[in-house]
């Protein structure tokens, strides 16, 4: 850069992501199978940003001597935590014909509560015509990452969501083949 002549620039971030997810499936009788889950989640964004002259300290926020204004500067780090809880049941109707509902609930440190909804009819013959009616919603939220990143994070960006709409109709040959046709529409906000 003609601003620092003779100055090595040396970019330098950390980040972390943990999580723990446990799904549990019960046999809750002829008429219930429930799929039962948690999952957790907290990213971590130390981002130490750019750096002149001396190689910056890894393990510190502190940057020395920052571009472009060569200043001693203390970077920030970003927390982002999320927990989830998601229950579906899944109730035959007939022969190979099943009827599942289910919900999930996040409850994001940033963007709040969110509840979103799952609802599906399945046929599933061994053998014949079967098909699948699905309809879901779901929410993500963006991660420290696509928000503060030096070059590309965007402090704006609001939580993806999406409504999902799926229709297939499917054949099962004696064991030979299996053909399927899928539609679907999905309608994504920000």
Same mark, same amino acid.
């Given at each position: 850069d003609p601003s620092v002549p003779e100055k090595k620039k040396s970019y330098h971030g950390e980040g972390f992501v943990a999580g723990f997810e446990q799904q549990i499936n019960i046999d809750a009788g002829e008429r219930h199978k429930l799929v039962v889950g948690l999952q957790l989640e907290q990213e971590i964004l130390q981002y130490?940003?750019?750096?002149?002259?001396?190689?910056?300290d890894s393990r510190s926020t502190?940057?020395?001597f920052t571009w472009p204004s060569?200043?001693?500067?203390?970077?920030?780090?970003?927390?982002?935590?999320?927990?989830?809880f998601y229950?579906?049941?899944?109730?035959?109707?007939?022969?190979?014909?099943a009827l599942s509902?289910? *919900?999930?609930?996040?409850? /994001? %440190?940033?963007? $709040?509560? +969110?509840?979103?909804?799952?609802?599906?009819l399945v046929?599933?013959?061994p053998e014949g015509i079967g098909f699948k009616l699905v309809y879901s919603q779901a929410f993500k939220s963006p991660? *420290?990452?696509?928000?503060? /990143? %030096?070059?590309? $994070?965007? +402090?704006?960006?609001?939580?993806?969501q999406v409504v999902t709409v799926e229709g297939e109709l499917n054949y099962q040959s004696?064991?030979?083949?299996?053909?399927?046709?899928?539609?679907?529409?999905?309608?994504?906000k920000d």
């Open positions: 130490n940003g750019i750096s002149l002259g001396a190689e910056q502190i940057i020395p060569e200043l001693p500067t203390v970077q920030p780090v970003f927390f982002s935590q999320n927990a989830a229950v579906q049941d899944d109730i035959p109707l007939g022969a190979h014909v509902g289910g *919900v999930r609930y996040d409850a /994001d %440190e940033e963007y $709040g509560h +969110v509840t979103n909804p799952r609802f599906g046929r599933s013959p991660t *420290v990452f696509e928000q503060f /990143d %030096e070059f590309r $994070g965007n +402090v704006d960006l609001e939580p993806e004696a064991g030979k083949a299996y053909l399927r046709a899928n539609l679907f529409f999905n309608h994504l």
